[in-house]
Nanobody
C-alpha cells in the first residue's frame, strides 16, 4: 500500500505565504509525476501544479508567478510554496502521486487533503 501525508495548511491573510508538504510512503518503486490539486466549496477539483521526476513543472494560470512546486526524489516528497496568497486560493489542497509499486503496478494516489484559508 502507498500513503500520502500532507501538512502545512492553515489560515493566512491575503498577501501572506504558506508552504505545503507531502510525503509518500509504502511499497514504492518509483514516482512519476507528483502534484497538488485543490477543491473550493461548490467547485470541482482543479490542478494547481505538477512536477515530473525529471523536474519539469506545470502550473495553473491562476497561480503562475506566485506558487512554486518542488520535489525530493530521494525522499519521495513534494512541496508547494505559496506566496502572495489571495482569498480565491481558499480551498482544500490535495497531494497526488503517480506511483509505480514493486511488482510493476502503476496507480494514482491521493492524500487526505489540507485546508488553506486566505482571509481578505
Amino acid at each position: 500500500q502507498v500513503q500520502l501525508v500532507e501538512s502545512g495548511g492553515g489560515l493566512v491573510q491575503a498577501g501572506g505565504s504558506l508552504r505545503l508538504s507531502c510525503a509518500a510512503s509504502g511499497s514504492i518503486l518509483s514516482i512519476n509525476a507528483m502534484g497538488w490539486y485543490r477543491q473550493a466549496p461548490g467547485k470541482q477539483r482543479e490542478l494547481v501544479a505538477t512536477i515530473v521526476s525529471g523536474g519539469s513543472t506545470n502550473y495553473a494560470d491562476s497561480v503562475k508567478g506566485r506558487f512554486t512546486i518542488s520535489r525530493d526524489n530521494a525522499k519521495n516528497t513534494v512541496d508547494l510554496q505559496m506566496n502572495n496568497l489571495k482569498p480565491e486560493d481558499t480551498a482544500v489542497y490535495y497531494c497526488n502521486a503517480d506511483v509505480t509499486r514493486f511488482m510493476g503496478v502503476r496507480r494514482n494516489y491521493w492524500g487526505q487533503g489540507t485546508q488553506v484559508t486566505v482571509s481578505s
